[in-house]
């Protein structure tokens, strides 16, 4: 379904983020995704911002980690990178990455540690280091140990990764337990996932993550009307029944437009079919994080708040 209502002229400032009416579930210990695809343009960044948001507003405490050049999920939350450290200075520089981490406006649980101008070039800088892949893992055991200690554990880290095999993208599978990985409804995206699976492959192989396992499908930019979006659909309900999460994202307008106005689609229209179909995924990767297994329809997993 595409939501094709006009664009505002201007959108209201996010000043406070209502709490849905039915808290989602605590997972039974910190879960920390890598949101992955080989290829581009899928709705990485997308999905990864949509579910952070859509997790903290169902009470749960959520980090962002910005671990792609561009940026573009630190545009999303509002968050100003222009002249502040971020993951260059942790990954470089060795700063601890509580010292980067910023709190997204609006949201009492989301926070986000930012992609700042240096990243570009930090995979350069990072070649000649010893153990440069587990970079990203040791600041983030350090940080969720702190936290744990305070009180304060973070539920999920979301990791926004480029769609490139470089050091920046080793890093974010090294330091995560688990893969979500969105699913344009398009051939070429099948193709990303295959050679998603062959990299997950070498990084078990290689010993730098063995635990490492994909658990989350998203379908993206779903377009009921044709029959490559259902074709491919079927395919990816064929091959990972397990891992899919069958709540698929329709290309919405209003999904493309939130970020212009540094928003997730949560906060610019929450009743949208994007952010209904944005909470859904969360509410149901928030159920099968605190072992709760079976599924409910859509419409009561919706973006309903208090």
């Not at 079927?234 to 290309?251: E, G, K, N």
């Amino acid at each position: 379904m595409d939501d094709s209502r006009e664009t505002l002229a201007a959108a209201p400032k996010v000043i406070g983020i209502r709490r849905l009416k039915e808290p989602m579930p605590t997972p039974l210990k910190t879960r920390v995704f890598t949101v992955a695809n080989q290829k581009g343009g899928v709705g990485k960044t997308t999905s990864a911002v949509n579910i952070a948001a859509a997790l903290a507003m169902g009470g749960l405490r959520v980090l962002v980690i910005d671990l792609d050049p561009q940026g573009n999920a630190c545009t999303a939350l509002g968050i100003e990178r222009e002249s502040i450290p971020g993951m260059f200075e942790v990954l470089v520089n060795d700063a601890p990455l509580g010292s980067v981490v910023k709190k997204v406006a609006g949201f009492p649980h989301l926070e986000c540690a930012p992609a700042d101008r240096g990243l570009a070039n930090a995979e350069v800088n990072m070649v000649s280091f010893v153990s440069r892949e587990n970079r990203l893992k040791l600041a983030l055991d350090t940080l969720l140990q702190e936290r744990e200690a305070q009180g304060q554990r973070f539920d999920y880290v979301i990791i926004d990764c480029p769609p490139s095999l470089g050091l920046l993208t080793i890093n974010a599978l090294t330091a995560a337990g688990e893969i979500l990985i969105p699913i344009q409804c398009e051939y070429y995206s099948l193709e990303g996932v295959k050679l998603l699976i062959e990299t997950v492959e070498q990084i078990k192989r290689t010993q730098l993550n063995k635990n490492l396992e994909i658990s989350t499908i998203v379908l993206t930019m779903f377009d009921s009307r044709t029959r490559l979006a259902n074709d491919v659909a079927d395919s990816v309900r064929q091959h990972f029944p397990a891992q899919l999460v069958d709540f698929p994202i329709p290309r919405a307008v209003r999904v493309s437009e939130a970020p212009s106005f540094n928003q997730t689609v949560m906060t610019y229209d929450a009743s949208s079919p994007g952010a209904i179909a944005y909470m859904s995924v969360a509410r149901e990767i928030a159920r099968r994080g605190a072992g709760i297994t079976n599924n409910t329809d859509a419409t009561n997993n919706g973006a309903h708040t208090a």
